[in-house]
T-cell receptor, first 115, second 113 residues
Framework: DAGITQSPRHKVTETGTPVTLRCHQTENHRYMYWYRQDPGHGLRLIHY???????DKGEVSDGYSVSRSKTEDFLLTLESATSSQTSVYFCAISELTSGGAGEQFFGPGTRLTVL | GQQLNQSPQSMFIQEGEDVSMNCTSSSIFNTWLWYKQDPGEGPVLLIA?????ELTSNGRLTAQFGITRKDSFLNISASIPSDVGIYFC?????????????FGAGTRLTVKP
């Protein structure tokens, strides 16, 4: 299994509070991603990183920010959590291969509930 | 945004039966990936496809990269109870050299003993 951990694994918070989720990898992969998973929508990309301090938006980035100060850590922040951000959040990592896009490997997920 | 259409949404089959699911897109992809997700866990990669027309097997699983590069299918032969889960396809990359993949909504598989 790829060395990916997420913390916390579960969190319940109140509307309007800031929340930070952490993804940590031991694989030294260049690319890291944050997805949210909701019923009927599959996995939707929030933000991704292609190197230290290099990040870009995904398809559902509103209300989220990210930071990557070290290769191994990728943080997802909800500045002011809303109920619509209740979801399961997955971190993934990947590396380019000679064939182009490389496989993405996923962490165990964080279940976030915003009351 | 880009849409991947995955079908069927759910399947209920008897143990021992074969299963087929597919994904289609309006966009051309260079990579197709198939994942399985068990309850409470992250998706696990099953098969990766990199060439149009490529047919790849992993045990009882077989997947193909469509010749048009806009579709892919996954077959599971002789299903067993542990095949239960949600299967996702993913296509990409959405931008050059960023490994950004787009995921289907998933096929939920139930296997009756």
């Amino acid at each position: 299994d790829a060395g990916i951990t997420q913390s916390p694994r579960h969190k319940v918070t109140e509307t309007g509070t800031p929340v930070t989720l952490r993804c940590h990898q031991t694989e030294n992969h260049r690319y890291m991603y944050w997805y949210r998973q909701d019923p009927g929508h599959g996995l939707r990309l929030i933000h991704y990183s292609y190197g230290v301090k290099d990040t870009d938006k995904g398809e559902v980035s509103d209300g989220y920010s990210v930071s990557r100060s070290k290769t191994e850590d990728f943080l997802l922040t909800l500045e002011s959590a809303t109920s619509s951000q209740t979801s399961v959040y997955f971190c993934a990592i990947s590396e380019l291969t000679s064939g182009g896009a490389g496989e993405q490997f996923f962490g165990p997920g964080t279940r976030l509930t915003v009351l | 945004g880009q849409q991947l259409n995955q079908s069927p949404q759910s399947m209920f089959i008897q143990e021992g039966e074969d299963v087929s699911m597919n994904c289609t897109s309006s966009s051309i992809f260079n990579t197709w990936l198939w994942y399985k997700q068990d309850p409470g866990e992250g998706p696990v990669l099953l098969i990766a496809l990199y060439k149009a027309g490529e047919l790849t097997s992993n045990g009882r699983l077989t997947a193909q990269f469509g010749i048009t590069r806009k579709d892919s299918f996954l077959n599971i032969s002789a299903s067993i109870p542990s095949d239960v889960g949600i299967y996702f396809c993913a296509g990409g990359p959405m931008k050059n050299n960023n490994n950004d993949m787009r995921f289907g909504a998933g096929t939920r598989l139930t296997v009756k003993p």
